[in-house]
């Protein structure tokens, strides 16, 4: 039997450092960008387009060539197959025409506009602020359902905080990737961002439900007095439930992104890490941090902080 | 079982030529970002306009906008209004490869409807006439708002309108000069026409000063035209808000996506499904067996149904909400895994097969359920989300995952244990193993 409470502290470094890594990065591009992450053409406005090259063009020509027209501070994303999503400033699609011919032009490649899409500025920020209500009322409303389906357990509250600190945690790690991914490659978050991590987020809670639940019925039987061998047996015995459950879901997703196309690459990298990091969590994270709880080891949180000899 | 096959066989029935028109078999309904087109958002100025008739006033700018594209000769075009925060706006979606710059032109317009006379060579021209020595054209605007549509004793439809003074003075000359003649309503240069593609052009059977009406309209032409003169009463320009001005014609959303570029998504998002779904069915195989193989027919009555779905209702399918459907290809097996996990714990705990299978369904019933609220949870608050962004492809993966999770619960409760119930039933296969628990490691406790 595999005593996964008993690696906890290394399960906690990993979270950590994953953690501390996403809230580096999101600092980072709040100095550099004026936006923890970068905002792509729901939340910013402006027009983005998908420009296709035949024949495919290098990034770094394109960048140049781009930056000599004047827009040096345009975001270039490389979809791949000759393909170049770029976010600029507004557009009409007119201008935008004008724009892939010169481009065309320059680079020496035909070029045409696959998608054109313009959001007028000032509802960009009225979209970032309906999706951060919606970010808060899905909190909410799955608080409740955390709260409902927690009534039975045992010290519900503290049972409930372990699994909303494990989600919470899920969350940072994936929105810090982004982040970095934003910094790195130019990657911008939109309104496909938002309804990826909330379908995670609600996909990651029932993991963190039916380990706690098993813990509970355990607990109930007194198959140990030692609380942490209750969870780990409690771990071990849901272990083929959420590892098929998440791989029947991850086995469609990972086909997604592999073979999906540009167009919804990181929507679905968005399912990806939330399926990959709420299963790990749900059996590495929420058990482990029910046992520090429960025995008051706060020390084995900081894992890096020697024990007292 | 009966119920299964049937439908699982109308289902079929109904999705099988994807891409033809047959009779009730309409094609998929795909979304712009997969067949190509263009999605305009705008907002309404409605300043000057009566606080609470704003829905109504909308109502006639839909028309107008409805008019105008068709006008153009672009084909099953969709106009709907949002509302929120209390700001309307018109959303259109034009399918197929459409001359973006000359629809936006035509929505542009405001939504004045224009009188016109014929003169001597037929030609309709602009009906003038003067008021304080000014020549003014006989437009919408000079209605009172309180045009409505009613009856005369014989129960024909009947238009009633009210002028208001200036447009008396101009109605009492013009109806005077064009007595026995037809007057015609333009808007912009195409006149309106009934839905039996004539044009509307009622003769002047009286002089007409403060009121009048029209007749020989088939109801619904009159019901149109009272919401159109109603909006055309006003000016409601369609354009965005950018720092407390208002921009006319310009777009707060406009996407335009090529054909080939959506034909290619499509392939994308097909060899994904297969590579998934392959994945997936090997994978239930090898670990589960006998229950695997249940599991994946199950699987494709689902798909099946799912894509029935889709194209009954119908739901306009975008590339977010192929993924939602590829997605919840993979979530809908989870139901059955849980209820797998659970036969073989009952297996293992020496239950006879039968026994197993029912405990199997009871006692993960409590858990599919739960484990699918949240799902649901977040479904329903992003197709709010996807409400109040212009974007579209919110919507359809919310709505596609809601569909596609409650029909999976469906799928692994009805289907599977049908399925499962005929195979245990008929005591056909009998070894543990098949169910992928080794008779070793059944405790003997019979």
């Given at each position: 039997m595999i005593d996964f409470v008993a690696k906890k502290q290394w399960f906690f470094l990993i979270s950590w450092i994953l953690v501390i890594m996403g809230i580096t990065s999101l600092i980072v591009s709040q100095v550099q960008l004026g936006t923890p992450l970068r905002l792509g053409t729901d939340f910013a406005g402006g027009t983005s387009m998908t420009l296709e090259f035949n024949p495919a063009v290098q990034q770094s020509r394109l960048r140049e060539e781009m930056a000599k027209l004047g827009y040096d501070k345009a975001t270039i994303q490389n979809a791949g197959e000759g393909r170049f999503i770029i976010h600029v400033k507004e557009l009409t699609s007119d201008e935008a025409k004008e724009l892939a011919e010169q481009l065309g032009a320059a680079l020496d490649s035909q070029v045409k506009i696959g998608d054109y899409y313009l959001a007028s500025p000032t509802v960009g920020a009225r979209a970032a602020r309906s999706a951060v209500i919606a970010v808060i009322v899905a909190s909410i409303a799955m608080l409740f359902y955390i709260v409902w389906a927690f009534r039975h357990m045992p010290k519900s509250f503290r049972w409930g905080s372990c699994a909303v600190i494990a989600l919470i945690h899920d969350v940072f790690i994936t929105v810090g990737i982004f982040s970095l991914l934003g910094l790195l490659a130019g990657v911008e978050i939109d309104a496909l961002f938002i309804t990826g991590l909330l379908t995670v987020v609600g996909y990651s809670i029932n993991n963190i439900v039916v380990v706690f639940d098993r813990i509970r019925e355990n607990k109930a039987k007194a198959i140990s007095p030692d609380f942490a061998v209750t969870v780990n047996s409690s771990i071990v015995e849901t272990l083929g439930r959420c590892l098929n459950t998440s791989l029947t879901t991850l086995f469609v997703i990972l086909a997604l992104f592999l073979f999906g196309g540009a167009t919804i690459h990181y929507f679905v990298l968005v399912l990806l890490l939330g399926v990959v990091i709420g299963t790990y969590d749900s059996i590495c994270v929420a058990g482990p941090l029910l046992v520090v709880w429960e025995r008051g080891e706060w020390r084995a949180l900081l894992p890096w902080v020697k024990r007292p000899a | 079982m009966i119920f299964t096959l049937v439908l699982f066989g109308f289902a079929l029935w109904s999705v099988v030529p994807l891409d033809r028109n047959v009779v009730g078999r309409e094609g998929l309904r795909l979304g712009l970002d997969l067949a190509g087109g263009s999605y305009l958002v705008y907002q309404a100025d409605l300043t000057g306009i009566a606080p609470g008739t704003e829905s109504q006033i909308m109502d006639g700018v839909k028309g107008v906008v409805e008019r105008r594209i068709n006008a153009l000769g672009i084909t099953e075009p969709v106009v709907?209004?949002?509302?929120?925060?209390?700001?309307?706006?018109?959303?259109?979606?034009?399918?197929?490869?459409?001359?973006?710059?000359?629809?936006?032109?035509?929505?542009?317009?405001?939504?004045?409807?224009?009188?016109?006379?014929?003169?001597?060579?037929?030609?309709?021209?602009?009906?003038?006439?003067?008021?304080?020595?000014?020549?003014?054209?006989?437009?919408?605007?000079?209605?009172?708002?309180?045009?409505?549509?009613?009856?005369?004793?014989?129960?024909?439809?009947?238009l009633v309108f009210e002028w208001d003074e200036t447009g008396a003075q101009l109605s009492k000359q013009i109806t005077t000069r064009l007595l026995n003649k037809p007057l015609a309503i333009y808007l912009g240069d195409e006149p309106l026409k009934g839905e039996d593609g004539h044009i509307i052009a009622p003769i002047v059977r009286a002089v007409i000063t403060d009121r009048g009406q029209i007749e020989g309209l088939s109801l619904a032409d009159a019901r149109e035209l009272s919401l159109l003169l109603n909006a055309g009463r006003i000016d409601v320009p369609l354009g965005r808000w950018a720092d407390g001005q208002f921009q006319p014609s310009i777009p707060l959303y406009e996407r335009t996506v090529d054909a080939t570029l959506g034909q290619d998504s499509i392939r994308k998002s097909i060899i994904a499904a297969v590579v998934g779904i392959v994945l997936l069915l090997i994978f239930m195989l090898i670990y589960y067996r006998l229950p695997g193989l249940v599991a994946c027919l199950s699987l494709g009555i689902y798909g099946t149904v799912l894509l029935a779905i889709f194209k009954l209702v119908p739901i306009t399918l975008t590339l977010p909400g192929l993924a939602g459907f590829i997605v919840s290809l993979g979530m809908a097996v989870d139901a059955n895994v849980l209820i797998f996990e659970r036969m073989r714990e009952e297996l293992r705990g020496g239950r006879s097969l039968t026994a197993a299978v029912e405990a199997g369904f009871n006692r993960a019933w409590t858990a599919i359920r739960d484990s699918n609220i949240t799902t649901f949870i977040a479904c329903i608050v992003l197709f709010w989300l996807g409400g109040t962004l212009g974007a579209l492809m919110v919507r359809g993966f919310a709505l596609i995952l809601f569909i596609g999770v409650a029909l999976s619960m469906f799928t692994a409760i009805t289907i599977t244990r049908t399925f499962l119930r005929l195979i245990t039933g008929s005591q056909v296969i009998t070894n543990p193993a098949a169910y992928g628990v080794p008779l070793s490691t059944v405790r003997n406790t019979q």
């Amino acid at each position: 039997m595999i005593d996964f409470v008993a690696k906890k502290q290394w399960f906690f470094l990993i979270s950590w450092i994953l953690v501390i890594m996403g809230i580096t990065s999101l600092i980072v591009s709040q100095v550099q960008l004026g936006t923890p992450l970068r905002l792509g053409t729901d939340f910013a406005g402006g027009t983005s387009m998908t420009l296709e090259f035949n024949p495919a063009v290098q990034q770094s020509r394109l960048r140049e060539e781009m930056a000599k027209l004047g827009y040096d501070k345009a975001t270039i994303q490389n979809a791949g197959e000759g393909r170049f999503i770029i976010h600029v400033k507004e557009l009409t699609s007119d201008e935008a025409k004008e724009l892939a011919e010169q481009l065309g032009a320059a680079l020496d490649s035909q070029v045409k506009i696959g998608d054109y899409y313009l959001a007028s500025p000032t509802v960009g920020a009225r979209a970032a602020r309906s999706a951060v209500i919606a970010v808060i009322v899905a909190s909410i409303a799955m608080l409740f359902y955390i709260v409902w389906a927690f009534r039975h357990m045992p010290k519900s509250f503290r049972w409930g905080s372990c699994a909303v600190i494990a989600l919470i945690h899920d969350v940072f790690i994936t929105v810090g990737i982004f982040s970095l991914l934003g910094l790195l490659a130019g990657v911008e978050i939109d309104a496909l961002f938002i309804t990826g991590l909330l379908t995670v987020v609600g996909y990651s809670i029932n993991n963190i439900v039916v380990v706690f639940d098993r813990i509970r019925e355990n607990k109930a039987k007194a198959i140990s007095p030692d609380f942490a061998v209750t969870v780990n047996s409690s771990i071990v015995e849901t272990l083929g439930r959420c590892l098929n459950t998440s791989l029947t879901t991850l086995f469609v997703i990972l086909a997604l992104f592999l073979f999906g196309g540009a167009t919804i690459h990181y929507f679905v990298l968005v399912l990806l890490l939330g399926v990959v990091i709420g299963t790990y969590d749900s059996i590495c994270v929420a058990g482990p941090l029910l046992v520090v709880w429960e025995r008051g080891e706060w020390r084995a949180l900081l894992p890096w902080v020697k024990r007292p000899a | 079982m009966i119920f299964t096959l049937v439908l699982f066989g109308f289902a079929l029935w109904s999705v099988v030529p994807l891409d033809r028109n047959v009779v009730g078999r309409e094609g998929l309904r795909l979304g712009l970002d997969l067949a190509g087109g263009s999605y305009l958002v705008y907002q309404a100025d409605l300043t000057g306009i009566a606080p609470g008739t704003e829905s109504q006033i909308m109502d006639g700018v839909k028309g107008v906008v409805e008019r105008r594209i068709n006008a153009l000769g672009i084909t099953e075009p969709v106009v709907e209004i949002q509302r929120q925060e209390g700001e309307y706006r018109i959303a259109i979606q034009l399918p197929g490869i459409a001359d973006i710059e000359k629809a936006k032109q035509m929505v542009g317009l405001f939504t004045i409807l224009e009188f016109r006379e014929q003169d001597a060579t037929g030609n309709w021209t602009p009906a003038k006439g003067t008021v304080n020595s000014e020549e003014l054209t006989l437009t919408s605007r000079y209605f009172k708002e309180n045009t409505f549509v009613t009856v005369d004793q014989y129960g024909k439809p009947l238009l009633v309108f009210e002028w208001d003074e200036t447009g008396a003075q101009l109605s009492k000359q013009i109806t005077t000069r064009l007595l026995n003649k037809p007057l015609a309503i333009y808007l912009g240069d195409e006149p309106l026409k009934g839905e039996d593609g004539h044009i509307i052009a009622p003769i002047v059977r009286a002089v007409i000063t403060d009121r009048g009406q029209i007749e020989g309209l088939s109801l619904a032409d009159a019901r149109e035209l009272s919401l159109l003169l109603n909006a055309g009463r006003i000016d409601v320009p369609l354009g965005r808000w950018a720092d407390g001005q208002f921009q006319p014609s310009i777009p707060l959303y406009e996407r335009t996506v090529d054909a080939t570029l959506g034909q290619d998504s499509i392939r994308k998002s097909i060899i994904a499904a297969v590579v998934g779904i392959v994945l997936l069915l090997i994978f239930m195989l090898i670990y589960y067996r006998l229950p695997g193989l249940v599991a994946c027919l199950s699987l494709g009555i689902y798909g099946t149904v799912l894509l029935a779905i889709f194209k009954l209702v119908p739901i306009t399918l975008t590339l977010p909400g192929l993924a939602g459907f590829i997605v919840s290809l993979g979530m809908a097996v989870d139901a059955n895994v849980l209820i797998f996990e659970r036969m073989r714990e009952e297996l293992r705990g020496g239950r006879s097969l039968t026994a197993a299978v029912e405990a199997g369904f009871n006692r993960a019933w409590t858990a599919i359920r739960d484990s699918n609220i949240t799902t649901f949870i977040a479904c329903i608050v992003l197709f709010w989300l996807g409400g109040t962004l212009g974007a579209l492809m919110v919507r359809g993966f919310a709505l596609i995952l809601f569909i596609g999770v409650a029909l999976s619960m469906f799928t692994a409760i009805t289907i599977t244990r049908t399925f499962l119930r005929l195979i245990t039933g008929s005591q056909v296969i009998t070894n543990p193993a098949a169910y992928g628990v080794p008779l070793s490691t059944v405790r003997n406790t019979q």
